[in-house]
């Protein structure tokens, strides 16, 4: 599906649409499969949103990273943004609130629906916190891309930091997998990783070291399936470690979620929704 803009992240709505941010143009997307997309306009414009997931309260959240401001948007359109430095990765914690990482501020925010903000600091300095998700341990999961570590906050903000096997690394994308661990993407390794909640690691190298593996998610088949922004495909891993890639149409895959047709819908930032 052709898109007039730059898709970066995309997820499955409330509304079972597909809705997307577009990085360049400063707009939120809503579209469903096989139908004409809408699109919201944000004030300002230069914001840059990046990820974007649902929320605990029925509406999306995404992030404006250059803009210093998280948006919340309805399914009806209406948008409320908040200011926050450097936010990057954000998703729907086990307390009800959404939980957020600050990429150049070395913190995990939680905000509420009505915008009031808590702020955890972390203990390494310039780690780059990136993607962020729910474990299946009640606490919040997320990658050090500069501090090439995976972290760990419960609800109260207690932090623990979990060290990788590979240098420079550089991990990005993580999500819960069906296996009650923890899957993310090593972008500067080109591998796969998993962690279990006792924090043990283990790593899987791709075919292709240099695909740089961008984000990853659960899929409906039981496998963890993954964007490789390098080279323009999409990987599939089993919990076994089997990897798989499937050549993608345009360039630069960023965000993909399981759509509302059952099918893995991913962000080409060169113009598309494409699925597979």
Known sequence: MLINGSPYGVVTGPDGALWFTLVHQGRIGRV???????????????????????????????????????????????????????????????????????????????????????????????????????????????????????????????????????????????????????????IGAGQVGRIDTSGAVSEFPLPDRAARPHAIVAGPDGALWFTEWGIGRLGRITTGGRIEEYPLDGAEPHGLTVGPDGLIWVAMESGALVSS
């Open 32 to 186: 469903v499969p096989g139908e004409e997309p809408t699109f919201f306009q944000l004030d300002p414009a230069d914001g840059r949103p990046t990820v974007i997931t649902a929320g605990c309260d029925g509406a999306l959240w995404y992030t404006e990273y250059v803009g210093g401001r998280i948006g919340r948007i309805t399914v009806d359109g209406t948008i409320t943004a908040f200011d926050v430095d450097s936010p990057y990765g954000i998703a729907a914690g086990p307390d009800g609130n959404m939980w957020f990482t600050q990429l150049q501020g070395d913190r995990i925010g939680r905000i509420t629906a009505a915008g009031e903000i808590t702020l955890h600091p972390l203990p390494t300095r310039g780690a780059m916190p990136s993607a962020i998700t729910a474990g299946p341990d009640g606490a919040l999961w997320f990658t050090l891309n500069q501090g090439n570590a995976i972290g760990r906050i419960t609800v109260d903000g207690e932090v623990r930091r979990y060290g990788l096997p590979t240098p420079a690394a550089a991990p990005v994308g993580i999500c819960s997998g069906p296996d009650e661990a923890l899957w993310f993407v090593e």
